[in-house]
């Protein structure tokens, strides 16, 4: 029976435990800094049992699902430590600066730069679930530069997740998850402080909360620890993503403040086509 370790119990890091021992089979080890995280992973079934660091040259494959900042870290010293034939990916959400930490070192072939999109608002083993990746896209960055063999491994190993994949340069890659995902927990995390701040009575919130400001305020409910690393990492396509975004929620509060119905009601009309897009629908010529 193949190892497969995780390093990192959470949502992602346990849901790929579920499904990857479900559909492949894998007898899975964890690793986690944090000992209740370990336990719980255990008696929830996520792992088989706990692995030591040392232990790696063990593994089949390893999947770091650490916060975005320690990933350079903690890639360093697993590839010092796996075997010739292992397959790593990390699945972080910020990617040049994890590709530069290790395009030098020697096992850096053994190495697939992955970002599977997929995820709640929840965090820690107990959000761990089944299906996390089905139908969902995951991005792979220089593929290039990842032994044929153990790419090939690693894409085997999406497609048992049941994930479309798409390759993309790391730079690339950075730039437009900013403005696809980073920009909207900003919105989120912004919306959910404003209410807060604005509204004091929380049965006020409780009570006239619509499905529409749940869905919006919804990724607010995402863990910080993971968040703030990643706005950081990511610094300056989120900043240029948020300079955008202020100027426009600027411009739409001076058309509001001028009553100008024909202005507003153009930039929502023009707005609407985002629907198209999500649909995968071709706006015509």
Request: with cysteine; aromatic share 6%.
């Amino acid at each position: 029976m193949e190892k497969l370790v995780i390093i990192g119990l959470g949502l992602i890091g346990g849901s790929l435990a579920l499904d990857l021992k479900q559909r492949m089979g894998f007898k899975v080890y964890g690793i986690d800094q944090n000992p209740d995280h370990i336990q719980k992973a255990l008696e929830l079934g996520i792992t088989d049992a706990e692995m030591n660091p040392s232990e790696l040259s063990q593994a089949s494959v390893v999947i770091i699902a650490v916060p975005v900042n320690v990933i350079p870290h903690v890639l360093k010293k697993v590839l010092d430590t796996i075997a010739t034939n292992t397959l790593v990916f990390d699945v972080g959400s910020v990617k040049n600066e994890i590709c530069k930490s290790i395009e030098n070192h020697p096992k850096r072939k053994n190495f697939v730069a992955a970002h599977p999109l997929a995820g709640t608002e929840f965090s820690g083993p107990e959000a761990a679930i089944l299906n996390l990746f089905d139908e969902k896209v995951n991005i792979i960055c220089e593929a290039d530069k990842t032994d044929w063999k153990i790419l090939d491994k690693a894409i085997s190993l999406f497609k048992k997740l049941n994930m479309r994949i798409k390759m993309m340069n790391p730079i690339e890659h950075d730039r437009h998850i900013a403005y696809v995902s980073h920009l909207s927990h900003v919105s989120s995390f912004m919306l959910g402080k404003t209410v807060l701040e604005i509204e004091k009575n929380e049965q006020a919130i409780f009570d006239m909360a619509s499905t529409g400001f749940a869905s919006t305020v919804r990724l607010a409910k995402s863990s910080a620890t993971t968040w703030t690393p990643i706005f950081l990492e990511n610094k300056e396509n989120v900043i240029r993503s948020l300079d955008e975004y202020i100027k426009n929620l600027i411009e739409f509060k001076e058309m509001i403040v001028n009553n100008d119905s024909d202005a507003l009601n153009k930039t929502m009309k023009e707005t609407n086509y985002i629907k198209s897009i999500l649909n995968g629908i071709k706006q015509p010529n």
